[in-house]
Nanobody, 115 residues
Framework: QVQLVESGGGLVQPGGSLRLSCAAS????????MVWHRQAPGKQREFVAT???????NYSDSVKGRFTISRDDVKNTVYLQMNSLKPEDTAVYYC?????????WGQGTQVTVSS
């Protein structure tokens, strides 16, 4: 099993930055990709970004050029650097560990972009 703990959310003004962290523990060697999703109030959950074990990254069009996903294998942590934040980025952000068996989800961290 894999346990995930997200952190780094909070309140930020439009145009500001935040960095989310997702620390993994347990059977981390089974993880072959990490994904960030988000869910805004009243909206469906949507894909944000992913990074594979081979460091291939992919982003949704809505965050491309503003968000950067990265990882630190020593710390077993994945990061989501979010710049030029917009009010529409307000959501609960979840990290997901993609494994051969079931995927594992973190508890989520709230990001609020507001003046």
């Amino acid at each position: 099993q894999v346990q995930l703990v997200e952190s780094g959310g909070g309140l930020v003004q439009p145009g500001g930055s935040l960095r989310l962290s997702c620390a993994a523990s347990g059977s981390v060697s089974s993880i072959y990709a990490m994904v960030w999703h988000r869910q805004a109030p009243g909206k469906q959950r949507e894909f944000v970004a992913t990074i594979t074990r081979g460091d291939t990254t992919n982003y949704s069009d809505s965050v491309k050029g503003r968000f950067t996903i990265s990882r630190d294998d020593v710390k077993n942590t994945v990061y989501l650097q979010m710049n030029s934040l917009k009010p529409e980025d307000t959501a609960v952000y979840y990290c997901i560990a993609v494994c051969p068996g079931p995927d594992y989800w973190g508890q989520g961290t709230q990001v609020t972009v507001s003046s």
